[in-house]
């Protein structure tokens, strides 16, 4: 049996980890893949209707291959390449655990510390809310509810959007006591990200691009909205009655929601980031955090069905190998 791991982009992609052996295979040519892949590309896409889309596959340490399909504007003028941007979603919770755990390494942080104690101001209702944690947080087991997520989603944009959104929780219940249960939450990883700034002394944006980006040379990768735009950036498209209809942009994007859903990456910076993911953290000579580290990352704290669990930004299960 091996261990999976998945995250999704919405939309364009599926992000996955296979977490195999160590004694890896010849990677396969791109040629062997291609013809299948664009083949594959073609009937998926057309049947549901993608404008756009990019994919990156690796093996080990390497990169096989990684393509661009359609167009990327709404105009379909702007064809999709490897370093094409899109809006990474759900993928940036991923990013999020990554930061958390460089500062646990670095002796600046622990993942059992009460939040609280980090944020002293932070305030929410309900029974063990002054026990919650950061591996709470990162396991989605705080107790902070998945729908007042979605509402605090919508605090207008700016320098203090993270901040002002974490207060505003003062005016919520948890749904259960800390520990006690999986609730997927966005405001989960977005506490998270307060925290990275409060410990780093840097905003969110910037621990991520100094201490993510820059080292994984993921040089279509972007924290702000303004600068991916500026970098071709993908339109967003919405589904209106089966057809994919321009929505720019396509969620409310702010500063408050960038540590759960607000990166933005091309398919081959993405490259660079599974690479590290799978060879214990380590992108050519960068190490971006210890194998220890990336283990802790990638094991379920918490059971949610059967095989599914949930990580650090990620969801697992395991699967037969063929």
Not at 283 to 291: G, V
Request: aromatic residues 10%; proline residues 7%.
């Amino acid at each position: 049996m091996k261990p999976f791991l998945k995250t999704l982009i919405p939309i364009f992609a599926i992000f996955l980890l296979w977490k195999g052996s160590s004694a890896q295979a010849k990677p396969p040519q791109q040629t062997d893949l291609q013809i299948p892949l664009d083949a594959y590309m073609t009937e998926h896409m057309a049947r549901l209707k993608i404008p756009g889309a990019a994919v990156g596959i690796v093996q080990g340490d390497q990169v096989v291959l990684v393509k661009g399909y359609g167009t990327a504007d709404a105009g379909r003028t702007q064809p999709v390449t490897p370093q094409t941007p899109f809006l990474l979603a759900s993928v940036s919770k991923s990013f999020t655990a990554l930061g958390i755990m460089q500062l646990v390494e670095a002796g600046k942080l622990e993942l059992d510390t009460p939040v609280r104690e980090i944020l002293p101001w932070f305030q929410i209702n309900g029974e063990g809310a002054e026990t919650m944690t950061v591996r709470h947080l990162l396991h989605q087991t705080s107790g902070l509810s998945e729908r007042d997520g979605y509402i605090r989603n919508l605090e207008p944009d700016g320098p203090t959007a993270l901040e002002t959104s974490i207060r505003a929780l003062a005016d919520d219940t948890l749904n259960r006591v800390p520990g006690s249960g999986y609730e997927y939450a966005n405001t989960n990883f977005d506490v998270a990200g307060l925290i990275i700034e409060t410990v780093s002394g840097q905003s969110y944006g910037d621990y991520v691009q100094e201490h993510i980006f820059n080292p994984l040379e993921m040089t279509n990768a972007f924290t702000t909205l303004n600068a991916a735009r500026t970098n071709c950036m993908t339109t967003g498209f919405y589904p209106f009655f089966g057809f994919p209809t321009p929505s720019d942009p396509w969620m409310p994007y702010t500063v408050a929601v960038r540590p759960s859903a607000g990166l933005i990456a091309s398919a081959e910076d993405v490259t660079h980031y599974v690479i590290a993911q799978l060879n214990g953290g380590q992108y050519q000579d960068a190490q971006i955090l210890s194998p220890a580290g990336i283990e802790t990352l990638h094991t379920p704290g918490v059971i949610i069905v059967d095989d599914l669990g949930y990580a650090m930004g990620w969801h697992t299960w395991t699967f037969e190998e063929a």
